[in-house]
Structures are given as structure tokens and as C-alpha cells.
């Protein structure tokens, strides 16, 4: 008698188990798959900023933007690195850290400070002021001025109403010489000074916008300055360029010059690197504080784009970030030591 071949059955719940075991894996595989790739395309991004700050390229508006981020730039690459260990993605995590090491060896060296010259010259106290279309508090930057001790004031972004509130806060009072260019709302600038001045020329064709002036210290002793405030590259980039390299060489052929005001640039941007070469040292650089940041739109992190640059003949006895109401730019005050 025949035997009927015996068909295994299987229930549901055997389905359920077997349809467990295949797809759980797949799902853990692919989820891993996709927040390697995140992790990637995160970085990315920085990648390219570290490849164009190493080469020296500013490019167009954009990475201009954001050059001037490359320190945040080393902590968010090192986040990244810390994310991709724990996910165990070892190469991504290799690449993300070797960004990080590679910003911090570009970034880090201006938070020490530089052994300065000991010079037995005259001091200059400077400070520079970013006035917003003249909405800066006047009465804190007369407040500055008298405590401390400022010999020249630069003014950028300086209105005829702006003018009209400081003398009102008395800053002729305690600097009575100035040579003034005020316009509407950006382009206007100034410097004001304890000191005679006597106008020059030395930005080029930028001189109504960033004016420049020779200051008797006494005692047969001058200085020359420049109010600086190249355009803002997010809205002119090639004006921004051209006017940067209107400013001046300083040279031994010179008196000792010192650029000071809104450079709308950073360390980490080749066009403010190359005016260093050109015989100037920046004075917070010079004390370690190169990383204070001195504008922000209120959607960035603060960003240090004023800067004080003193001839490098000088040597830098204080620098200082100062708060100032009413403008998006805080003022940066330096106390220069001549030869």
C-alpha cells in the first residue's frame, strides 16, 4: 500500500519569522548605508572650502562667504569625524579629522600671541569704527575715545547725520582735526585725530571712499593712515578686489603707515593675506586675538573682518574688540609703538 508523500506546512507565524530574519538585516544594512552617505555629503562641502583656503582662491560670492567661516568650519569637520567613529565609517572619519587638523594648523596660530619689538617711540592709539549708515551709538564712541586716550579715529559707513551726532557727543571737542568724505549710507568714511592732518591720496581711485591722511605726532614725527572700507564682495566682488589693492605698500621709502576700518575680509581670504605682504602686520594677530570675531548679520557666528594693520617696523602694545550699539560691526581699537 502506498504512502502519501507528506507536504510540510507552514503556518503564519513561521512566515512572520522567516520574513523577519531576510528583511531586518537589509533594513540595518541600508540605514547604515544612508547615514554613511549623509556623512559624506556633509562633508563634502568642507573639503572644498579647505581646498580653496589652502590654494589661495577667494572664487566667486559665495565661497567668499564662506572662507571667512573657516574656523567654524574646523569644528563642524570635527564633529563630523567624531559621528562617523561611532558609526564605525573608519575612512570617512579619517578624511573628516584630516580636515579638521588641516583648518586648526591655518587657524590656530593666531590665538598665540607674537614677541613684539621693544621700540622707544612715540604710542598711537587707534580705533576704527564701522558706523552702519550711521547708526552707531555716537555717545559710546565718544566714550571710547576719551578712555582710551585715541589718537586717530577711522570712521567707514559714515553719513552727514552721523557727523552731526558726534559732534553733538563732543568728539571734535577731544579730536579737532579730521578729514571727512561723508555720503549715504555706506560709502561715506573719515578720519578724525588729536593731530594735525594734511590729506593725501594713497588708495587710488577708492580715495573719496577710503580716505587718507599724513598725521603730525610733533617733534618732527608722522604717520600716515588710511580710513579702509573696501565694497562688500556679496553685493560687488570685483569692486571689492580693486579696491582692496588700491591701499598702500609700506616701505623704509615711507613714513610709517597704518590702514585701519572694515576690510570685509578675514585671514582666511588670499586677497587679505596678499596686503600683508605688503610690509603690514595686523595687530590682533600680532597678540593672539585674530580670532575675536567683529561683524555678524545676527545669522552667522561673528566672523573678524576689522582689522588694524600698523607697518612692520611698529610693534603692538594693546588690541581690543569693542561693543558697539547700534552697528552690526563692533570697533576694534590698537595701540601702536613706533620706531
Not at 188 to 199: D, R
Request: proline share 6%.
Amino acid at each position: 500500500m502506498e504512502t502519501a508523500a507528506t507536504t510540510p506546512v507552514i503556518g503564519i507565524l513561521d512566515v512572520m519569522v522567516i520574513e523577519e530574519r531576510v528583511v531586518r538585516p537589509a533594513r540595518r544594512g541600508t540605514g547604515r548605508k544612508l547615514a554613511g552617505g549623509l556623512l559624506i555629503a556633509a562633508i563634502v562641502p568642507f573639503a572644498v572650502l579647505t581646498a580653496l583656503r589652502l590654494v589661495g582662491y577667494d572664487g566667486n560670492t559665495y565661497t567668499i562667504a564662506a572662507l571667512a567661516l573657516t574656523p567654524y568650519a574646523g569644528i563642524a569637520t570635527l564633529v563630523l569625524g567624531v559621528l562617523a567613529l561611532g558609526l564605525r565609517r573608519w575612512w570617512t572619519a579619517v578624511v573628516a579629522l584630516a580636515l579638521t587638523c588641516t583648518i586648526a594648523s591655518m587657524v590656530l596660530p593666531r590665538a598665540f600671541a607674537n614677541e613684539q619689538k621693544a621700540l622707544g617711540g612715540k604710542h598711537v592709539r587707534v580705533l576704527a569704527s564701522n558706523l552702519l549708515g550711521g547708526q552707531a551709538d555716537p555717545a559710546v564712541i565718544v566714550g571710547y575715545v576719551k578712555e582710551h586716550q585715541v589718537d586717530v579715529l577711522s570712521l567707514t559707513e559714515m553719513t552727514p547725520e552721523s557727523i552731526t551726532g558726534l559732534e553733538r557727543a563732543g568728539l571734535f571737542d577731544l579730536l579737532p582735526y579730521h578729514v571727512l568724505h561723508p555720503a549715504e549710507w555706506a560709502y561715506g568714511s573719515g578720519l578724525v585725530s588729536k593731530y594735525p592732518l594734511t590729506p593725501l591720496k594713497l588708495s587710488g581711485d577708492s580715495d573719496d571712499k577710503q580716505p587718507s591722511a599724513s598725521v603730525d605726532l610733533g617733534g618732527g614725527v608722522r604717520i600716515e593712515v588710511v580710513a579702509v572700507h573696501p565694497s562688500a564682495p556679496m553685493w560687488d566682488r570685483h569692486a571689492w578686489v580693486d579696491e582692496a589693492k588700491d591701499l598702500p605698500y609700506a616701505d623704509a621709502e615711507h613714513d610709517i603707515r597704518i590702514l585701519a576700518g572694515d576690510f570685509n575680509a578675514s585671514f582666511d581670504h588670499s586677497l587679505f593675506r596678499e596686503l600683508l605682504t605688503r610690509g603690514y602686520v595686523d595687530a590682533a594677530d600680532q597678540l593672539g586675538k585674530a580670532l575675536q570675531g567683529t561683524w555678524t548679520n545676527g545669522m552667522v557666528p561673528p566672523v573678524p573682518i576689522d582689522h588694524v594693520l600698523a607697518d612692520k617696523r611698529t610693534a603692538i602694545a594693546d588690541f581690543k574688540v569693542l561693543e558697539t550699539p547700534g552697528s552690526d560691526h563692533n570697533a576694534v581699537y590698537a595701540e601702536v609703538v613706533l620706531p
